[in-house]
């Protein structure tokens, strides 16, 4: 046994890694530009760890950290990533020996002489070397594994975060659509009421009524379907925090307003990316992982050096165990004649299993600057739509008074009324839109750029 031990560091140093060394690809050739080609922010990125507080909302801000600690698909993608943990223990245990160790006792029965005890104990020792890196690249594959889970578990995050204020946005632009149909309901039953008073004046015909009935019966229609629409938002928000449809209902319930946040921030340069989106590292680690196994696949075409040994001893008594001990050490080289191409038709299936990681790596990053892209534009615009949607809210709203004063003095037909309220209505009800969407572009732009999580240093990854 001690000559073994003394063989284990020489082997150890004799070993070699079998299969390419990874290095990660450089943003370069990943086809990363050099800046974006929307209108963006100068400056590098800040604040995206916990951007939901920026939009100064106290209700959004505990609704994100309630699901953050109980959403589901979090808690899923936690359990995977003990899985990855696992997983890579169990490759590191390839390194070293195995032990096994025996006892036994008996008691033998005999008629032509007195019975007698027999007692045994025994111990055996393999070892599997690395002789090429085989296992080497299993740990090195499982540690890219384990980081890639990590990563997963960070997208999950991100994602939860932000359709938790994606959802939130939408329970409050339903909010405020059905605060704009009720006071808008107000004012058509007053409208309603006028007409009738000057129809039995004799003052207008019964079209005038008859048009106001049908508009006010219009608006109330609306009401329901926006009731269902914040109803589905506020069911949706429970189920992502980890609770029961309706649980959040209440929490909701008192108006709002549809929080904008920061009127721009900074989004660095594309490479960034590369850096800050969980997806592109977990599938950067992918690629690595992937890589290594290439190892492991070349390692089985090389020879097998195993050692084993063992050491025993039997006795008539308990204190006779250690009177005579027998052993042994034995060494096994084995190596694979012929399998039908099995193991090199592995290794090619591994080179190509890592050339479908680099395109899937090479994809993700693509992807997330097309969604840096696509947010860039899409907050642009609603910021746009907006304030040329407050020019045209602003008239409508004059419009409309206007129309109404003239309508009670008689100066108008009630035609007019109607085109002004429905203009009112119109501009009204999309300005507000235009705040949600501002704000939903915005959320967009957070989740595309890599918020919600805190980006460890790549130093750090095996």
Not at 212 to 219: I, K, Y
Not at 365 to 394: P, W
Request: proline share 4%; with cysteine; aromatic share 4%.
């Amino acid at each position: 046994m001690s000559r073994l031990i003394h063989i284990l560091p020489l082997l150890a140093l004799s070993a070699c890694a079998a299969g390419p060394d990874y290095a990660r690809p450089q943003a370069a050739a990943l086809g990363v530009p050099e800046h974006y080609q929307a209108p963006a922010p100068a400056g590098a990125a800040v604040g995206l760890a916990t951007w939901w507080a920026q939009f100064d909302d106290p209700a959004l801000t505990a609704l994100v950290d309630k699901g953050l600690a109980g959403n589901l698909d979090i808690a899923q993608s936690a359990a995977r990533l003990r899985q990855a943990r696992e997983a890579l223990f169990q490759a590191r245990s390839g390194l070293l020996p195995s032990i096994d160790a025996s006892a036994g006792a008996g008691r033998n029965f005999d008629n032509e002489r007195a019975d007698s005890s027999s007692f045994s104990l025994g111990a055996d020792a393999a070892w599997q070397i690395d002789l090429f890196g085989g296992i080497g690249r299993s740990v090195e594959a499982s540690r890219a594994e384990l980081a890639a889970a990590g990563y997963d578990l960070e997208n999950v995050r991100t994602a939860t975060a932000a359709e938790i204020a994606r959802n939130y946005m939408l329970a409050r632009s339903a909010q405020a659509s059905l605060k704009i149909a009720r006071e808008t309901l107000v004012t058509q039953d007053d409208n309603l009421e006028i007409a009738g008073f000057r129809v039995q004046a004799g003052l207008a015909s019964s079209l005038d009524q008859e048009q106001a009935r049908q508009q006010r019966a219009a608006t109330a229609a609306s009401i329901p379907t926006l009731e269902q629409s914040f109803t589905a938002a506020a069911n949706r928000l429970a189920v992502l925090t980890g609770q029961a449809p309706g649980a959040v209902t209440a929490q909701l319930t008192a108006d709002a307003p549809i929080p904008l946040g920061p009127d721009s921030i900074a989004v660095g340069i594309p490479a960034d990316t590369l850096r800050q989106r969980p997806d592109v590292r977990a599938a950067e680690r992918s690629l690595a992982a992937t890589t290594a196994r290439i190892g492991v696949a070349k390692a089985q075409l090389l020879p097998a050096l195993g050692i084993s040994g063992n050491v025993g001893t039997s006795a008539l008594s308990v204190g006779g165990l250690t009177d005579v001990i027998t052993g042994g050490l034995f060494a096994r080289l084995a190596q694979t004649l012929f399998d039908g191409g099995q193991r090199a038709a592995a290794v090619r299936a591994q080179r190509a299993a890592a050339d479908g990681a680099l395109a899937a790596y090479r994809q993700t990053v693509l992807t997330a600057l097309e969604d840096v892209e696509n947010a860039l534009v899409a907050l642009d615009t609603a910021k746009r739509r907006q304030t040329e949607l407050a020019i045209s809210f602003d008239a409508a709203n004059n419009a409309a008074i206007l129309a109404r004063s003239s309508y009670r003095a008689g100066l108008t037909d009630f035609q007019t009324l109607l085109d002004a309220e429905r203009s009112l209505l119109s501009s009204r009800d999309s300005l507000s839109r235009a705040r949600a969407d501002q704000a939903q572009a915005l959320i967009q732009l957070y989740l595309a750029l890599g918020g919600g999580w805190q980006p460890i240093d790549p130093g750090t990854e095996g």
